[in-house]
């Protein structure tokens, strides 16, 4: 924890404009929140349940691309949608969180949702902080001046190389990066033109065997022509997403464990030493969703992934995710409820003893959870003893 918030404050003091620093820093002083929120709601658990600092809504599972190593696997059907909750129900899980509770959504594409513009105005009305993972194709300006209407605070595109490349990721449609690219544009335009500093744009990358040769790129386009505040990484990562059913199945699953092709290792670990000399002088924030105690360690998993474990984390103390039919679950994917049977408001949660098992499992288990090696955004130490 000490070393991320060094490297946040070595970061901040460095000279920029001034709401060019908020763009740039926002996410890093979100997770530097979020990790100080989480301990203190892992600390207290057995005192007093703090309200999870984060909800994220998977909006729904309908998507119109099909990227090959999406968790959504299977999901992106007509039965699915059918299945779906409806809006008033999502405005009651708003109303009844916190104004300190962060919304995230995602999908599938989120904005394939049909109510979900209007929940973003409920959303901003409410006053509240909500970010949304977009893949960008499906906006047109008069959505995108209803995203700077609703105050939403961040919006991040993803994009997994460069046109060809992308393109071929997405499933082969000829136009996908160039709709994607053409909506970042538009929408810092109208942005520029209203006089609005929000949404802050993000681009989110996996990086993969067949897309690395492009970021050099990708990172340049980013930051010159799509003038993003933000570019992240994840590691590759395609496991489909399934609920445990019990705690014991969630505790005892192995983890798949995804390889680079060993040929292509080296030129990987070249990339990797590539984005760190960037973000020495980039004005972006630039980062990997994983955590690895420095940029040796990051090669290290590339390079053989067994060897790390994942540390203790807070996550599941303090972060909820609803499915697109109301199912409540951990990150663990580890079904707690739904929202109808709690009436659409969290806290009635704390008292379950689903919720409680799990809880208490991780107090127990800690690290030895093997399951969450498929975590985005898990923090990994080397199991060897360090030199």
């Known amino acids: 924890m000490c070393y991320c918030y060094c490297e946040l404050f070595k970061s901040i003091i460095s000279p ?48 119109n691309v099909d990227c090959h190593f999406c968790y959504n696997v299977g ?49 901003g009305q409410k006053k509240r902080k909500a970010s949304i993972v977009s893949n960008g194709t499906t906006l047109n300006e008069e959505q995108l001046n209803k995203l700077i209407d609703s105050k939403l ?3 991040m595109f993803s994009l997994h190389g460069m046109e060809r490349t992308h393109n071929r990721i997405l499933g082969g449609h000829i136009n996908y990066f160039e709709k994607t690219t053409e909506t970042i544009k538009k929408l810092e335009e109208l942005k520029k033109k209203r006089g609005s500093n929000y949404p802050i744009v993000g ?75 960037y973000k020495k002088t980039s004005r972006m924030n630039i980062g990997f969703t994983n955590v690895f105690k420095n940029k040796q360690k990051l090669k290290d998993y590339v390079e053989n992934p067994g060897q ?43 008292a379950l003893p689903r919720y409680r098992e799990l809880l208490e499992a991780f107090q127990e288990k800690g690290k030895k959870v093997d399951y969450c090696h498929t975590c985005l955004e898990a923090t990994f130490e080397d199991k060897r003893a360090e030199a």
């Open 153 to 155: 605070h961040y919006l």
């Open 308 to 350: 790390f474990d994942v540390t203790a984390c807070n996550k599941p103390f303090h972060e909820l995710y609803i499915q697109p039919n109301g199912d409540v679950i951990f990150c663990l994917k580890y079904k707690v409820t739904n929202i109808k049977d709690i009436n659409y408001d969290i806290r009635n949660i704390f």
């Open 203 to 277: 681009i989110k990358v996996v990086i993969t065997n067949e897309n690395y040769q492009d970021i050099p790129e990708l990172m340049d386009y980013s930051e010159k022509e799509l003038k993003a505040s933000h570019l992240y990484f994840n590691l590759l990562s395609n496991e489909p997403f399934e609920l445990f059913e019990n705690v014991n199945d969630a505790f005892k699953a192995q983890a798949p464990i995804h390889m680079y092709e060993k040929i292509k290792i080296p030129k990987i670990h070249a990339l990797i030493d590539h984005i760190f000399d």
């Open 75 to 123: 999901k992106n059907t007509q039965a699915e949608r059918k299945s779906e909750i409806d809006l008033e129900s999502w405005k009651k899980l708003v109303s009844n969180s916190p104004f300190y509770t962060a919304i995230s959504f995602t999908g599938g594409e989120a904005f394939l949702y049909p109510h979900l513009f209007d929940l973003l105005k409920f959303i």
């Open 16 to 63: 920029m404009n001034p709401q060019r620093l908020i763009n740039k820093f926002t996410r890093r002083i979100f997770l530097a929140y979020s990790d100080l929120y989480g301990f203190l709601a892992q600390k207290l658990f057995n005192v007093h349940h703090l309200y999870p600092s984060k909800i994220t809504f998977k909006i729904t599972n309908i998507c």
